[in-house]
């Protein structure tokens, strides 16, 4: 059996300016299965998935029941 990953962590050659850094951010968050692409310092790496993938179910769950109620209409 194979161990599921939550994220990938990539780390730059050098340190780059955020706004330098943006074709780089643009060309992840088009991978397939990537929700979200945000910089963070290492200590929040962890934290920051979690929170990306509560809010995504949040989202989900409220784009299901609008869409349920919106039949229902």
């Known amino acids: 059996m194979t161990d599921r990953l939550k994220g990938f962590v990539v780390t730059l050659e050098t340190d ?13 968050g088009l991978l397939k299965g990537v929700l979200r692409v945000d910089p963070v310092d290492a200590a ?3 934290d920051q998935i979690l929170r990306t993938r509560i809010r995504h179910e949040y989202y989900e769950a409220l784009r299901k029941i609008l869409i349920n109620n919106k039949e229902q209409l």
């Open 16 to 28: 780059v300016r955020e706004d330098d850094a943006q074709e780089v951010i643009s060309a992840i």
């Open 44 to 46: 929040g790496v962890h």
